[in-house]
């Protein structure tokens, strides 16, 4: 396996495939060198590199992982940390990154490259669309919809049945009571729309 991506969230990824007894030959990012977790760091994406390797991209920022998604040329595989609980009857797109111990109840669907990271939950038939981020400790309850690159800030709980937009934000701690528009900013409790970000 390579990973596109050296920062932060990488490092929480390369840990979970470790965990897993991943194989991951390198790192790809412009910023870092050397190794990290005894895996070399190769600097720039190198697209002949063991062309059979599977990639994940590794990067917290939604629209930033989506435009290096673009420009990958392997195979995408998916990580699932040991200690997750993943129904199995679930669904789990490419790409995406299910982090320690979350998670994830029967008959939901998770997209292709997103993040659910540690501790999240995703309850039952709930629908989570590509390059969605739910971070830290955010609680989805049953058939909740999150669009397209929304990101779903720590500790936020979004109640049954609502639908968070296409590249929307809810605050850190908010709990959402009411559908947030795409692109749209939601915060406190009960969450508020404080602005509607450009597309
Ligand atoms: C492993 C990891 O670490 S993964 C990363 C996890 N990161 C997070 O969860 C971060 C979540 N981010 C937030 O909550 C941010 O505050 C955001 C994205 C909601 C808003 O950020 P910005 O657009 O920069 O808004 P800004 O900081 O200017 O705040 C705008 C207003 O909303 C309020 N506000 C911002 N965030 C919150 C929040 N989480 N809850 C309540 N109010 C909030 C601010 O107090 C401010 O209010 P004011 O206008 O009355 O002064």
């Known amino acids: 396996m390579i990973l596109q991506g050296g920062g932060e969230h990488a490092r929480v990824v ?5 965990a897993q007894g991943a194989t991951v030959l390198a790192l790809f990012d412009p910023k870092y060198s050397g190794t990290l977790f005894g895996v070399p760091q190769r600097g720039a994406y190198d697209r002949s590199f063991h062309p ?7 990067i917290g920022d939604n629209g930033v992982r989506k435009r290096v998604v673009q420009n ?20 789990l797109g490419a790409g995406s990154m299910i982090l320690h111990g979350a998670i994830v109840q029967a008959q939901a669907r998770i997209g292709n490259h997103v993040i659910v990271n540690t501790g ?30 929304a990101f ?6 979004i109640i049954p049945g609502k639908k968070v937009g296409a590249w929307a934000t809810v ?6 009571i009411e559908d947030v528009p795409d692109y749209g900013v939601a915060v406190g409790n009960p969450a508020r729309v404080i602005k509607i970000n450009k597309p």
């Open 120 to 149: 999240a939950r995703v309850d039952h038939d709930c629908v989570i669309g590509d390059y969605v981020h739910l971070a830290p400790g955010v609680i989805l309850c049953g058939t909740v919809q999150i669009g397209e690159g």
């Open 171 to 176: 605050g850190a701690g908010a709990v959402v």
């Open 72 to 91: 990958t040329v392997h195979g995408f595989t998916s990580a699932v940390h040991p200690s997750v609980i993943f129904s199995p009857f679930a669904e």
């Open 14 to 18: 390369l840990d979970c495939l470790l």
């Open 152 to 157: 779903i800030g720590a500790g936020a709980t």
């Open 52 to 58: 059979n390797a599977l990639a994940l991209v590794a």
